[in-house]
T-cell receptor
Framework: GQNIDQPTEMTATEGAIVQINCTYQ??????LFWYQQHAGEAPTFLSY??LDGLEEKGRFSSFLSRSKGYSYLLLKELQMKDSASYLC??????????WGAGTKLIIKP | DTEVTQTPKHLVMGMTNKKSLKCEQH?????MYWYKQKAKKPPELMFV???????INESVPSRFSPECPNSSLLNLHLHALQPEDSALYLC??????????????FGPGTRLTVL
């Protein structure tokens, strides 16, 4: 079966750093996406990883280890506007996006 | 420009109504998608169009009928819906379908309530 696991909810403090983990077991792997979704809004693209290693994009970084079936999204210098759900999604062997349930991130002042 | 537009933003309909959701993109993308999303759940894929042809139908009930009039437009026709169909309906597009590196860009969604 296809399975993507993320923590349901995380809390962090404004200005701090938070790491959101994602583990996956899918039929094939053709890349991993991270999306941000504010409540009641559409998902917006954050990052894409297909090779092992770290991709950095401003305050956000995403890491992938294919051998471990593991990724994380690292958010630095947290701002209140970063309060949102963060969705991990894997492209499987049929090039279909398999979505995790999302991690709700709560930022406190 | 990575904009996908959807109309209407909100829709309330009775179970006997017929309505349509509309989606438009002008990024030259040849793949377009309909997703359904319930609260606190990830998006669920409904349909995929590739080069204006329906390529994936994820066993969606026939009360949902997609249409792709041209490469920029995607419609979802609704008829005889049930209250459990109330959800956020998201349209997305990508350059191509079936390519791992292609990012899907989402529209703002239509919040549908079925009474």
């Amino acid at each position: 079966g296809q399975n993507i696991d993320q923590p349901t909810e995380m809390t962090a403090t404004e200005g701090a750093i938070v790491q959101i983990n994602c583990t996956y077991q899918t039929s094939g792997f053709n890349g991993l996406f991270w999306y941000q979704q504010h409540a009641g809004e559409a998902p917006t693209f954050l990052s894409y990883n297909v090779l092992d290693g770290l991709e950095e994009k401003g305050r956000f970084s995403s890491f992938l280890s294919r051998s471990k079936g593991y990724s994380y999204l690292l958010l630095k210098e947290l701002q209140m506007k970063d309060s949102a759900s963060y969705l991990c999604a894997v492209t499987d062997s049929n090039y279909q996006l398999i979505w995790g349930a999302g991690t709700k991130l709560i930022i406190k002042p | 420009d990575t904009e996908v537009t959807q109309t209407p933003k909100h829709l309330v309909m009775g179970m006997t109504n017929k309505k349509s959701l509309k989606c438009e993109q002008h990024m030259g993308h040849r793949a377009m998608y309909w997703y359904k999303q319930k609260a606190k759940k990830p998006p669920e894929l409904m349909f995929v169009y590739s080069y204006e042809k329906l390529s994936i139908n994820e066993s969606v009930p026939s009360r949902f009928s997609p249409e792709c009039p041209n490469s920029s437009l995607l419609n979802l026709h609704l008829h005889a819906l049930q209250p459990e169909d109330s959800a956020l309906y998201l349209c997305a597009s990508s350059l191509l379908a079936g390519v791992s590196t292609d990012t899907q860009y989402f529209g703002p969604g239509t919040r549908l309530t079925v009474l």
